[in-house]
């Protein structure tokens, strides 16, 4: 739990989310600012600024949370539709929530990985 972290206080249940899933290692929910027909972030329990703060002895949860996502864009209806999941990392990523989080994103066609700036 690191103190003043939204995902950490959404993962303890002290600020409502829409959560669709929670285990003992992850806990899925709607992201509050849909960006298409599905937008789910899935996140694990124990805070991390980001993938790259995470190792082998994150493992279990990493594993976890790409089951998870495949399980939810399953539920969603987006399973042959097609789905991404992306993770963005530091300033340059466009991560504003500093809590690693990945977002299951579906339901329409999402264009290219890029837009050139
Ligand atoms: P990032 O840009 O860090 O990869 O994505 C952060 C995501 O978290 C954004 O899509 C944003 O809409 C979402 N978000 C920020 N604050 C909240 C919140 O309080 N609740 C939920 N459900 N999503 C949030
Ligand atoms: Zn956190």
């Known amino acids: ?8 206080k959404i ?9 669709l899933y929670q285990d003992e290692l992850v ?13 789910v ?4 329990n124990e805070h991390f600024a980001n993938l790259g703060e995470m190792g082998d002895a994150q493992a279990a949860a990493l594993g976890r949370i790409a089951h998870v996502a495949g399980q939810l ?6 399973a042959t539709s097609g789905w991404r999941f ?12 500093v809590h690693t989080h990945f977002h299951l994103l579906g339901g329409r066609p999402l264009g290219p990985l890029l837009t050139r700036s």
């Open 11 to 19: 993962v303890s249940g002290e600020i409502p989310a829409q959560k």
């Open 27 to 39: 806990t899925a929910f709607r992201d509050i600012s849909p960006q298409a027909p599905v937008h």
């Open 86 to 97: 992306i993770t963005n990392i530091g300033a340059d990523g466009g991560q504003e929530v």
């Open 1 to 8: 739990m690191s103190e003043d972290c939204i995902f950490c």
């Open 41 to 44: 972030l899935i996140v694990p």
């Open 73 to 78: 864009a399953a539920q969603e209806g987006i």
